[in-house]
């Protein structure tokens, strides 16, 4: 790890204020506001349409903001030209330099920094050392295979130590075993030289498995940054609910009124009455959508939960998951892990559903 | 045949050796009638009358008169070479980076002139360049001289419309080397630290290469074999080796020596082409719109 | 320390630049060819720019001349005969390198290229050479030879373009369902490829309807076509009736460009059409 140590960083952090973008009347960024701090590896996560690769954008200099400011370890980068900015980026489609050697490729950017041969050379090659390409220097980038072009480039991107390393999508060109394989390398080598990273991804599970933090973006705007574990375990909307992890929605009405973190009766569209806890104020009577994963759905006799009859049972080794029917006719899906002691119940079976009030969480629900 | 399909399925291929002779048969007789019967004759006036001889070849190559065109031929050709690179690369730079109706434009700009007649073109560069045509009107209203300048018949004239006759043989290729450098390599090197300059430098230009080279070849090969526009815009001052063979046929009937000079012409042009193999890209100039 | 700047820094110099010449290229592009159309309808015996009045007596000059007649209606008649020929036999031999299995394809294809690669000045003095003895100069049949050969590199490159874009699975199919080579030709190549066909028969056209370095030599006295007309015009005399002349032709390459552009995209249309 001695070449990691010459690569090591300052790691500094960065701080987004009121972030707008339009592209005509359409507000791609919508007042975003997040901070990144020093050595943290931060995800932005989203759907496409999201903001996230925008964001990224105007971090690395590319997209003007119409609204807000961009600092990055205190300094104001908002107006810098992407060529003053000392960050290093890694592109989807790695984008080596197809006419320069390898060795040439990950030297630019000293080169353009106005440093001897001698000196590039040395820092290309411990660079290259870091990715475990030693002796591929020679080579064109089109003799490589996918994932040795992506550690070219990040070695390109991390060689004149950036003070901040954006990712956009750098694995989704690498096929699943290779991409989960590069998943955890990267991760490795962001925690040895300890760079602040910035990662967008509409890839949940790649989200969830490099990150310290995620901030999960729709149409615009950030709805929740956490940890992953934050993000799974308390979704603070419907959409994060959604988009991370499997959930099942059901639909009813709030019998009382309640304040965030209260557990609240909802009657649902089928009748039934059942508890939940209120992620946000509701009012009495007012809309909203319980959010259960299957998991945390518990089997039991018809006569004590939520009545329900299962319509389809599928096994996938590590666990079933099951297909329910509830009264009012909507379908949700129950995960019985494999091993645990409860036979899974036939298809055409009324089963009881229970579940701990902390793992229904209710969103107000406007539609 | 109907019955029997597998006999027209050999490796992918549906037809026979015999069909596809057939296919090329018609083409094989009139490259023969209009292409190697007539150069190989002409070759063989220069070599073999009336008794085998490199006599004419020696003329060619020595006679400071001839040499002399030669000379003029290939340094005109370089001038229209790196005259057209000159100004065709900001166009096809231009047009790599349009879309809709002005890369339409800017396409048209382009085929118009290389679809439209030789003659035509060459024939305008006369109007503007005559006495007291166009160009020498701006000049005087501009002030830059008192009477009209002698244009016409000068290498430069010459130079000039040749390079707008052969520009269109430049920018394609150009283009469409242009065309094929993703924007994301402009991110990567300003993102890398390149300033608008050094990415030019470093990474568009170079990528460009492929293309230019491809287009230099085209233009300097076209160039050297080049007959209506040094024909009428320059004057024997400026006669190109083109213009020399037709003197020889035309007016010495001298078909041995003219010959000869083809001969010389052939052997440095396919030199090139084969130099160059890769490059000769004709595709690039059909329907590229 | 200075307060942030508010305003998007430029960093488009060099590029305007760059798009300034270009645009400044596309003037000299296209301008020689069209000062000339203005010029063409002066009133005066001599060309001047801009012209002192309107008058179309150039153009009536032109219609009412035999000779500059004659040599049209021989060049269109030397266009359409070279246009078919240069069609049908490149597509035949494009189909032969693509589909066939030729024997000497490399040779081949090294003659299709080689009309464009021997400088024209070549192959004008050699056909005249062979022609003189063939009887050919100044006929109907030597000038097509002539232009086909000219034209078809252009016609092959086109239609095996259009070969290499379409699937073969396509070809496969139709034989497998029994239908004859000629009958999977007829149905399933030629309306698939027509695109390039057609835009490959319309450039052909120009070509040899332009061509003057061949006409120049293998022309007689009485026998000539539009080209060498014009050569031998502009060679006496910078006339407005050439000014006229080169309009026309001027007008005719747009047209050509134009509807080869809308019969293209429409044909493309029909085979994506039929072909998904």
Known sequence: MLQSAALSSRSVGIEIEGLVKRFGSVKAVDGVSLAVEPGEFLALLGPSGSGKTTILMAIAGFEYPDEGRIRVGGEDLTWVPPNRRNLGMVFQKYTLFPHMSVLENIAFPLKMRGLGRAEREERARAALATVRLDGYGERKPSQLSGGQQQRVAIARAIVYKPRVLLMDEPLSALDKNLREEMQIETKHLQREIGITVVFVTHDQTEALTMADRVAVLDQGRLQQIGSPHDLYETPRTAFVAGFIGETNFCKGRAQGAGVAGQRIGVTLDGGDVVEATAVEAVAQGAPVRIAIRPERLSLGDPATGLAACVEEAIYAGNATTLLLALPSGQSIRLRVPAGAALASPAVGERVGLSWRVEDARAFGDAA | MSGRPSRWLLGGRHYSEAASLALAAPFLILAFVTFILPLGSLLHESLFLPQPTLAHYERALTEPVYLRVMLRTLRIAASVTLLTLLLAWPLAWLMARSSGLRLAILVASVLLPLWTSVLVRTYAWMVLLQKNGVVNQLLIGAGITGEPLRLLYTEGAVVLAMSHVLLPFMVLPIFSALRGIPEDYNRAAQMLGASEWATFREVIFPLSLPGVTSGCLMVFLLALGFFVTPALIGGPQQMMIATLVSQQVREMLDWSFAGALVGVLLAFVLLIAVAFKRAVRLDRFVGSA | ?276
């Not at chain 3, 290229?25 to 301008?31: I, N, P």
């Not at chain 3, 050479?129 to 590199?153: C, D, K, N, S, Y």
């Open chain 3, 1 to 276: 320390m200075s307060a942030p700047e508010r305003t998007r820094p430029s960093r488009h110099a060099g590029r305007a630049a760059i798009g300034a010449i270009a645009y400044a290229v596309t003037v000299f592009l296209l301008l020689p060819t069209l000062v000339i159309m203005p010029m063409s309808v002066g009133p005066e015996r001599y060309l001047r720019f801009p012209p002192d009045g309107f008058s179309l007596r150039w153009y009536a000059e032109y219609f009412g001349d035999a000779d500059w007649i004659s040599a049209t209606l021989f060049s269109l008649e030397i266009g359409v005969v070279a246009t078919l020929a240069a069609t049908v036999v490149g597509t035949m031999l494009a189909l032969a390198l693509v589909r066939g299995r030729l024997p000497g394809k490399g040779l081949v294809e090294l003659l299709v290229i080689g009309p464009v690669i021997v400088p024209h000045i070549a192959l004008a003095v050699a056909m005249f050479l062979v022609f003189e003895q063939l009887r050919l100069t100044g006929t109907l049949l030597g000038f097509a030879m002539a232009h086909t050969i000219l034209a078809l590199p252009f016609v092959v490159f086109t239609v095996l373009a259009a070969l290499y874009r379409f699937d073969a699975d396509l070809e496969r199919a139709a034989l497998s369902c029994g239908a004859g080579p000629l009958r999977t030709f007829r149905h399933v190549t030629l309306p698939l490829i027509a695109p390039g066909v057609v835009s490959a028969a319309l450039f052909a056209f120009i070509i040899s309807f332009d061509e003057a370095v061949v006409s120049f030599f293998i022309s007689n006295l009485d026998r000539k076509t539009l080209p060498r007309k014009m050569f031998e015009d502009i060679d006496y005399n910078v006339s407005p009736t050439l000014a006229a002349v080169a309009t026309m032709l001027t007008l005719l390459t747009i047209a050509a460009l134009v509807g080869s552009h809308l019969i293209k995209s429409r044909l493309d249309r029909r085979a994506r059409a039929a072909g998904s």
